[in-house]
């Protein structure tokens, strides 16, 4: 805090020098003079009846300080980067891989052994033999004689 007040009567006593310092010395002159005038012509209060001692010699009043202008301070234009455009995206081919054969599957055939029938042992049939039929001989003719 003490030292913003500091600052503050630096500051103030640069901006008064300077602006002394922008009169050239004609109208520093004439400025005096106007003073001077003025306290000559100012009629000096009565001095009270009961104090002997003098008045104090009244100050000219000092000139006002012309304004400080200072230029405007330009404002820098806010540069905003540039927006970076989004990453193109392609869309990539979906990888086709041929399909892979199945090789056939194979079974192998199911051999079942062969059956085997014992032999059934059947008695042969033994037909009776079927008589001849008897051989009939024609009549032999009688010789003739």
Known sequence: MASKAVLFLVASFFCVTAAKASYTSEEFLEKDIYSKILVATTPA????????????????????????????????????????????????????KPPTPTPPVVKPPISSPPVVKPPTLTPPVVKPPTPAPPVVKPPTPAPPW
């Not at 209060?45 to 012309?66: D, N, R």
């Open 45 to 96: 209060p009565a001095p009270p009846a009961k104090s002997p001692a003098p008045a104090p010699p009244v100050k000219a009043p000092t000139p006002p300080a012309p304004p400080v202008v200072k230029p405007p301070t330009p404002i820098p234009p806010v540069v905003k980067p540039p927006t970076p455009a989004p990453p193109v995206v392609k869309p990539t081919p979906p990888v086709v």
